[in-house]
C-alpha cells in the first residue's frame, strides 16, 4: 500500500531513508532509492514536468510523517511557497498524523503529545493569520477516510470560531485544539462497518455509535495528559441545548461553551463533507439544515456568530 505525499512538503537534501514512487495509471514506479538524497534538481524536475505528487510506502509513514511536521517550521515561513500550498502542507501532515496515532494503540498518544501541541500550535498560528481557512481545509485531497480529514477539520474551525467568539489564553486554545482533534477518537472503537455504512444505521446500531464520546473520553482520560476542557470536549461534542444529545442528555446550562461550539464546528465539517452515503453539501445548504433540520441543538448566538463570520 502507497500514500501520497506532497512535493512542495520536501525540503532537499534533508529527506529521511524512505523510498520515493510515482504513479503511472494504477502502478507506482521507483523513483528514488531510499539511501539517495533527494536534491533540489530532483524537485526542480519533477515540478517543471507537472508532478506534484510523489508516493512513498505505507509503512514508512510514521517516519515521513515526523520528517515534515520538524520541517514544518522552515516550510511555513518559506516566502517563496504560496500560502495555499503552505496551508495545504500544514493541513495534509495534520491528517497524516491523525492517521498514524488513530491507527496505533492509545500509549501512541502520550509518547508523541509533543508532535501533537506542535501541530496545534502551527494551525492556531495559521488561524490567527488567515482568513481562508474554511477554504483551504475544504481544498484538501481527499486521499484520506473520512474521520482523519474530519478531525483535523473540527479542530481548525472549532480554534477559529473559539478565536471569534471567545477571549481566551493561547493556552486555552491550545486545550481547544488538543481536544476537539482527538473528539472522534472513540470511534477506533466502533466498528468500521457501522462507521462506513452506506444506508441508514438501524436503532441498534446507531446505540453503538452513540458510545463514542464516552469510549474516547475514557482512553485518553486514562493516560492522564489531557485537560478537563480538551476531556470535556471528547465527551460531550454531541450534547444539544435542547438535552436531546448524548450520552449524558445535558441541557443548555449544563453544557460547557467549548463543546457547544466544537458541536457546532463538528456538524458543519460533517455535512459539508462527501460521505460514504452522500456527497458534500454547500456551505448555504448545511447552514440551512442546521438552523432549520437541527433547531434546538446548537447555542443561536454561537451559531449566528458562525454564520456572520462565514460570510
Not at 216 to 222: A, I, P, Q, V
Request: aromatic share 10%; glycine share 4%; proline share 4%.
Amino acid at each position: 500500500m502507497y500514500r501520497m505525499i506532497q512535493l512542495e512538503s520536501l525540503v532537499p537534501e534533508t529527506l529521511p531513508g524512505v523510498a520515493l514512487f510515482i504513479k503511472h495509471g494504477d502502478n507506482h514506479v521507483l523513483y528514488k532509492n531510499p539511501n539517495l538524497s533527494f536534491t533540489q534538481n530532483d524537485k526542480e524536475r519533477l515540478l517543471d514536468n507537472n508532478v506534484n505528487q510523489l508516493f512513498i510506502k505505507a509503512a514508512e509513514m510514521s517516519t515521513y510523517n515526523q520528517y515534515v511536521e520538524a520541517n514544518l517550521p522552515i516550510l511555513l515561513s518559506d516566502d517563496d511557497i504560496e500560502p495555499i500550498v503552505k496551508q495545504n502542507m500544514l493541513y495534509q501532515a495534520s491528517i497524516n498524523y491523525v492517521q498514524e496515532i488513530f491507527d496505533s494503540p492509545a500509549i501512541a498518544i502520550k509518547q508523541n503529545v509533543e508532535r501533537c501541541r506542535n501541530l496545534i500550535s502551527l494551525i492556531l498560528n495559521d488561524v490567527m493569520n488567515s482568513d481562508g481557512v474554511i477554504n483551504a481545509l475544504s481544498s484538501l485531497v481527499d486521499h484520506n477516510t473520512y474521520t482523519y480529514v474530519h478531525s483535523v477539520q473540527v479542530a481548525a474551525y472549532s480554534i477559529a470560531l473559539h478565536v471569534k467568539m471567545l477571549e481566551l489564553s493561547r493556552d486555552e486554545l491550545m486545550d481547544v485544539g488538543i481536544g476537539s482533534l482527538f473528539h472522534d477518537y472513540g470511534k477506533v472503537y466502533v466498528p468500521k462497518e457501522l462507521l462506513d455504512k452506506p444506508g441508514k444505521l438501524t436503532a441498534s446500531e446507531f446505540m453503538e455509535v452513540k458510545k463514542h464520546p464516552v469510549y474516547g473520553y475514557s482512553t485518553l482520560k486514562d493516560l492522564e495528559i489531557f485537560t478537563p476542557v480538551a476531556l470535556g470536549i471528547v465527551k460531550h461534542h454531541h450534547e444539544k441545548e435542547n438535552g436531546n444529545g448524548y450520552p449524558d442528555g445535558l441541557f443548555s446550562y449544563d453544557i460547557a461553551r467549548s463543546s457547544k461550539i466544537t458541536a457546532i464546528a463538528d456538524v458543519f465539517s460533517a455535512l459539508t463533507t462527501t460521505r460514504s452515503y452522500r456527497n458534500a453539501l454547500s456551505k448555504e445548504s448545511a447552514l440551512e439544515i442546521m438552523y432549520g433540520e437541527m433547531e434546538g441543538s446548537f447555542d443561536m448566538q454561537y451559531l449566528d456568530t458562525f454564520r456572520e463570520s462565514l460570510n
